[in-house]
């Protein structure tokens, strides 16, 4: 009877340490399938920051839950090319699951680290096609796709020709090195030129060019333009600050440069750029391919002012764009 007992004890303890084994690998093989993904993002300033928050709010939208079933690996190289570098190939040696770029720069380092295999997310990339990083927006080719925002120049022109109907010349500044930049400057001067407006343009090698590129051009200008520029937007406030000095008003292209002193703008929103961007992560992640997902265009914008900084400049904005900013937009106080 005793040795009847000792068997049925060492049994009781045999498939207690084999439940508690196999409740262990489990855990651990659990943890081992989730998936990791790397997000590379070019520089801090709000622009990018709102993308970075829309793309993990996008990945929510289908369940993705940072910290509970999915990994991120953030990554900002603050402006700095051998950072974007460096930190593209530690997703690669680390086999992400997946690799997502905020900004050309930091999309195009991923495009190089990821190969063939690991699928890439653009996330608010302008002129992707002209940018290398896929054959057509409609049949991406390989393993990169995303969102791209390109803002809605004519309606930006049209703003700016409607609050200030006497102007004769705009001023549009930007990156030289930056590709988003250069394309929507380069673009909206042919607009400009289509429509009869005069124009010239000023650009920046580094964010410390502002202050003196700045000085120099609102001393011939009527207004300035300010594309979806990384440059731009970073020193956005020092623009704003010489500008004002000279009663000069910015309309910028971003609802976040806005904010940071620019007059008004017709903007399409930063954070819906990540947000679709993120929801496509999702659909990769889930088994879609990334060749024949076309990219996505975000085009709807909404008008954003600032009451504050049309103070500052004397400007009285038009009855009919402040009623659709306050009720469908954004104003800034």
Same mark, same amino acid.
């Given at each position: *009877?005793?040795?009847?007992?000792?068997?049925?004890?060492?049994?009781? @303890?045999?498939?207690?340490?084999?439940?508690? *084994?196999?409740?262990?690998?489990?855990?651990?093989?659990?943890?081992?399938?989730?998936?990791?993904?790397?997000?590379?993002?070019?520089?801090?300033?709000?622009?990018?920051?709102? @993308?970075?928050?829309?793309? @993990?709010?996008?990945?929510?939208?289908?369940?993705?839950?940072?910290?509970?079933? @999915?990994?991120?690996?953030?990554?900002?190289?603050?402006?700095?090319?051998?950072?974007?570098?460096?930190?593209?190939?530690?997703?690669?040696?680390?086999?992400?699951?997946?690799?997502?770029?905020?900004?050309?720069?930091?999309?195009?380092?991923?495009?190089?680290?990821?190969?063939?295999?690991?699928?890439?997310?653009?996330?608010?990339?302008?002129?992707?096609? +002209?940018?290398?990083?896929?054959?057509?927006?409609?049949?991406? +080719?390989?393993?990169?796709?995303?969102?791209?925002?390109?803002?809605?120049?004519?309606k930006q022109l049209q703003l700016i020709r409607t609050v200030l109907p006497t102007a004769k010349t705009i001023g549009i500044i930007y990156t030289s090195s930056d590709h988003g930049g250069s394309y929507n400057a380069k673009k909206f001067a042919r607009i400009c030129k289509a429509e009869g407006i005069n124009y010239k343009l000023y650009?920046?090698?580094?964010?410390?060019?502002?202050?003196?590129?700045?000085?120099?051009?609102?001393?011939?200008?009527?207004?300035?333009?300010?594309?979806?520029?990384?440059?731009v937007a970073s020193a956005m406030k020092t623009l704003t600050n010489v500008a004002n000095q000279s009663k000069i008003p910015v309309f910028p292209s971003a609802d976040t440069m806005v904010n940071d002193g620019g007059l008004a703008s017709y903007a399409i929103s930063q954070y819906d750029l990540g947000k679709v961007a993120g929801e496509m992560a999702a659909q990769v992640l889930r088994g879609r391919k990334t060749t024949n997902f076309p990219v996505a265009y975000i085009t709807k914008g909404k008008y954003v002012i600032n009451t504050k900084e049309a103070k500052i400049l004397g400007i009285q904005l038009p009855d009919n764009i402040v009623k659709q900013a306050e009720t469908k937009g954004e104003v800034f106080k």
């Open positions: *009877m005793k040795r009847m007992s000792a068997l049925i004890a060492a049994l009781a @303890i045999f498939l207690g340490f084999a439940f508690f *084994m196999t409740k262990n690998t489990s855990s651990s093989s659990s943890k081992k399938k989730m998936p990791t993904i790397g997000i590379l993002q070019l520089m801090t300033h709000p622009a990018l920051n709102q @993308i970075h928050h829309g793309f @993990i709010a996008g990945l929510k939208e289908y369940g993705y839950v940072p910290g509970k079933n @999915i990994k991120i690996d953030f990554q900002n190289a603050q402006g700095d090319q051998s950072n974007l570098k460096t930190m593209s190939t530690k997703f690669a040696n680390e086999n992400v699951s997946l690799m997502a770029g905020i900004a050309t720069p930091a999309a195009q380092a991923l495009a190089n680290a990821a190969g063939k295999s690991t699928p890439v997310i653009l996330a608010g990339i302008t002129d992707p096609a +002209g940018g290398g990083l896929v054959k057509s927006d409609r049949h991406p +080719g390989a393993n990169i796709t995303g969102t791209s925002g390109e803002s809605p120049l004519k650009t920046i090698a580094s964010t410390n060019d502002m202050q003196q590129v700045a000085e120099q051009m609102v001393s011939q200008v009527d207004a300035v333009y300010a594309p979806q520029d990384n440059g």
